[in-house]
Each structure stands twice: as structure tokens, then as C-alpha cells.
């Protein structure tokens, strides 16, 4: 073998053999370092939303201090973040948690809440909200200006069907706008139908079975735009759109 390739292997093989050499020490020393740190701050993150107020981080840093899990002063190595998060997530408000630790001694906490569609406040019953993916979420004291259902609503139908519909109005700008409250009756049947209470205009819609309400409010929107402009929002005490293809317009009582 030549003296080059001698010297070119040597190096090689020592560098590799430094390297070996600095992961050992490393994993062994600067985690058992690591370790021994205590936690000297914890960066509580509760992400907002105009419609999902209902804890902050000071709520957060309760819940851990109840659970006698806060992690400050603790050694890094005795911080469970599988427990913490496991912790917050119990909180029926709470829709992610993502916690973990930083080299530099501390402890990230974000929180994403769970974001409302409706406000169900069901006869003889306690209100609640409702998210878009059906899950039922106590009342509070928050003010908000999510449409309203009311009437004779179980859970079921709440955390199915409205939960649906209440996020197809939040992300339909005009509908979002137009639709202030839902009334819900039972019919001869004892199924469920929608009359629904505009912000605009002196007048009750009638959608019938919640069924194709696509259809049915871009059927009652094309009617706004061709002749409510022109008849006035106050001529009709009543619409009906519950069936395909017409609208039953109820004059008003002179």
C-alpha cells in the first residue's frame, strides 16, 4: 500500500473514531448534565379565536398546579410532558395540546381550544355550544355572536345536524351575516324542522327538515337577490322553502 493511501486512511479512521468518541461522552455526560437541569420557566401558549375564548393561560397553569404536575422548579428529567398533555387535554375545552422541552431549561405549552358553530339552548334545559366536530361544550359567561338554536334539540341532533349546519353558516360569509336565530320543533312525525329568524327583514323562514339545507338557502338567497329588493324585506310574514323547486311567500296582515 502506498505511504498516501497509509496516511489518508489513518485520518479517516481517527476522525471516525473522534467522532464515536464525542457521541459516547456526549450521551453520557451532557444528557446525564442535562438531566440534573431543573425547569426555570414554562411557556404557556392558549391560541385565540373570536369565537373561542373560554380559557387562557392562566386557566391552563390552574390545571396543572391542581394536578400537582406544573413543572417549574422540577428537574427536567422528572418533567413528564405525556402527563401534562394528557392533563390538559381532560379539559372538555381544550381541542390540541402540544408540550416539549428546550435545551435551554424550559417547558413549551400550546393549547388550540375548541372553537364553537351554535349556541344550542334547548327547552327547559341549560345551554351549550357546539363545535364542528359535534363535541358538546359547557355554557359560560362569554358573550358571543354565534347563531342561536333553541326549541325542542337532544344532544344527538345538536352534536349531528347542527353542529353541521351551524359550520356551514360560520363560513358562509352572507348566511353568517343574515341568520340571527334557529327554532326547532318537532312535526306530526315527531322529526325535527328548522324555522329560521333573519337578521334582515320581519319575517319567519321556514326550512322544514334540515335535509338539503344547501339547496334550499341558495334557493331562498337567489329569491332575495330577484325580488325581495324590489317588493321590500317587510312584505311577507312568512317563506316557505321547504319544498324543491318553489317558495311560498305568506303575505303580511294588514
Known sequence: MKAGKIIKFSLVTLLFLGLVGYFV???????????????????LVVKQNPQAKFIDEKDVETMLKEAHVYP??????????????????KNELVAKVECYKTSNGK???????????????????DGYFVDA????????????????ASGKIDESFASSKLSEFGQYLQTDAFWNNQIEQIYVRKNRK???????????????????SIDEY????????TFYEKAMNTVGWNKYAKINIEYPNQI????RKK
Open 133 to 148: 366536530q359535534g363535541v358538546i361544550i359547557p355554557a359560560s359567561n362569554y358573550v358571543t355572536n354565534l347563531v342561536t
Open 190 to 208: 315527531g322529526d325535527p324542522v328548522l324555522e329560521i329568524i333573519p337578521r334582515v327583514g320581519d319575517q319567519v323562514i321556514y326550512l322544514g
Open 25 to 43: 461522552y456526549a450521551s453520557i455526560f451532557l444528557s446525564d448534565q442535562n438531566d440534573e437541569s431543573k425547569c426555570v420557566a414554562v411557556e
Open 72 to 89: 417549574k422548579g422540577m428537574l427536567m428529567k422528572n418533567v413528564n410532558t405525556k402527563k401534562i398533555e394528557e392533563t390538559i387535554r
Open 107 to 125: 417547558l413549551c405549552v400550546k393549547v388550540e381550544q375548541r372553537v364553537p358553530v351554535i349556541f344550542v339552548a334547548p327547552e327547559g334545559k
Open 248 to 251: 311560498i311567500c305568506t303575505k
Open 214 to 221: 344547501q339547496k334550499k338557502l341558495h334557493k331562498l338567497k
